[in-house]
């Protein structure tokens, strides 16, 4: 088995996936706090309340995972998930846009 091979089952994605309460002012606060923590660990925007990392090994994804958990808010849920880049790798992501209905033609008004 090569050495690449190898990387990509080592080598590991971490994903944040949360969802915090924005009702109140403080909560929003709360909300704009976690997400500024985790981009200033590495952690960069895949989809709205889901953020990703890329790690070396298990043990880099740990340093991350542990640094999420010291950061958790009181209220809400946050799921944390580890794939290998291999798994990564074979994400299918679709672009999905909805069909417009093109504009109605304008009318012309004649002034005489």
């Known amino acids: 088995m090569s050495l690449d091979r190898l990387n990509e089952y080592q080598i590991m994605w971490v994903l944040v996936l949360y969802d915090l309460p924005t009702d109140t002012k403080k909560d929003r606060k ?5 997400r ?5 660990d590495g952690f960069t ?33 946050v799921g944390i998930l580890c794939i290998t880049d291999k798994q990564f790798a074979d994400i299918k992501i679709f672009f999905c846009q909805k069909e417009k209905r093109p504009n109605a033609p304008y009318q012309q008004l004649e002034l005489f």
């Open 30 to 34: 709360i909300a704009a706090q976690f």
């Open 36 to 40: 500024k923590e985790i981009m200033a």
């Open 45 to 77: 925007m895949f989809q709205f309340s889901i953020y990703v990392r890329h790690c070396a090994s298990m043990d880099n994804a740990n340093v991350h995972i542990r640094r999420v958990q010291s950061i958790l808010p009181e209220k809400g849920n």
